[in-house]
């Protein structure tokens, strides 16, 4: 079903965020039987932007489905639409805005990928830049997982992260790495200039080139066992002291 031509968006909740955004969307399958709740919107929305509906079995809804939880709808869409850097810029200078970005350096979990994605749209976040080897593409499960906020967020696939950042320095975007090395906590350090937030892969952190390209280091205190946080939870700590000194 899935191919490079197109994608899939499951579950009630992200089904319901896409068809309140402008995105495309090639046809919505049903699970058929009883209607009850938020699908009976969908239903409704979908009607409403002439969109086709299809009504399937369970059995062979789930046999589609890329995810374990699907709530008996799944949306065909169109693949991601990347953006470009620029237009993460352009973005933050048409709100009259301190670029805030985030730069995720080999983050491999799509599950992470989506929960950063979702806190990274609620903290007002302009654009994150992802790499294309080695790392989690948005698909069906970064949707689900970012409970829709996919739709809001200006994603950028780089051939090269490093020339990503050397392109944003140049734009006045000074760039944060968080390294367990430094000895500067989050806390301490101004967020309040154009700010671009690295974060690197859940196992290895960030690779050598981009660490040393980095403007300066933070870290987050530790106070237990275990030496290191989940990368979207690390995210979500640093995302949240950008908003904090910009209220």
Request: with cysteine; net charge neutral; glycine share 6%.
């Amino acid at each position: 079903m899935n191919n490079e031509y197109q994608d899939q968006v499951e579950g009630r909740n992200a089904v319901l965020e896409l068809l309140e955004s402008d995105r495309d969307i090639n046809k919505i399958y049903i699970s058929d039987g009883e209607k009850h709740g938020s699908i009976n919107k969908i239903i409704a929305l979908a009607k409403e932007r002439k969109v086709i509906i299809n009504e399937i079995s369970k059995s062979k809804l789930n046999q589609i489905a890329q995810t374990e939880n699907n709530q008996g709808v799944i949306a065909i869409v169109p693949p991601f639409n990347y953006c470009d850097v620029e237009d993460i810029l352009e973005l933050a200078k048409s709100r009259n805005e301190k670029p805030f970005i985030l730069i995720l350096d080999g983050i491999e979990d799509p599950h992470n990928l989506g929960s950063i994605i979702r806190t990274a749209e609620t903290a007002g976040v302009h654009g994150i830049i992802i790499p294309k080897r080695r790392a989690a593409m948005v698909n069906s499960t970064v949707s689900k997982v970012s409970a829709g906020a996919v739709e809001y967020m200006k994603v950028a696939r780089v051939n090269n992260i490093n020339e990503a950042i050397e392109y944003l320095k140049k734009n006045d975007v000074w760039i944060c790495g968080t390294d367990m090395s430094t000895d500067k906590y989050y806390y301490n350090e101004d967020f309040t200039c154009g700010i671009g937030i690295v974060i690197g892969s859940e196992g290895f952190g960030m690779s050598r080139l981009v660490k040393e390209n980095c403007d300066f280091l933070v870290k987050i205190p530790m106070k237990g066992r275990i030496t290191s946080l989940n990368a979207s939870v690390s995210a979500g700590i640093i995302m949240y002291e950008v908003v904090k000194q910009r209220r």
